[in-house]
């Protein structure tokens, strides 16, 4: 079973980190089990219930897949720009040569 964080107000899936729903901006004040009907603060439940452990491993394994996502996702430069540096270093290469014939001459 997958962890499911649900706003009660419009009924969208919510991460587990929010503190509101960012669909209807509706505040969470408190977070129930429904397994054991423990009722408190969202913060209590960032790894699961704290009383019977519902979906602590759901949550923990939520965790470990979002942090594994966000370490492989690298940040590289636009390919334009690449293009663009290799251009510019050829057309100062040739320029180069260019000036060193006519100069040579």
């Not at 009924?11 to 503190?19: F, H, P, Q, R, T």
Request: a positive charge; proline letters at 5%; one cysteine or more.
């Amino acid at each position: 079973m997958s962890a499911r964080f649900i706003c009660e107000n419009c009924k969208y899936e919510v991460s587990l980190d929010g503190d509101r729903c960012p669909f209807c901006g509706k505040e969470f004040y408190a977070v129930y089990c429904p397994r054991c009907k423990h009722e408190g603060l969202p913060g209590e439940f960032r790894n699961g219930c704290p009383r019977c452990g519902y979906l602590k491993q759901a949550v923990m394994a939520y965790r470990r897949r979002h942090r594994r996502r966000n370490r492989q996702e690298k940040t590289y430069f636009p390919r334009w720009l690449y293009t663009t540096a290799i251009m510019a270093l050829l057309l100062g290469i040739v320029g180069l040569i260019v000036y060193i014939a006519l100069v040579l001459r």
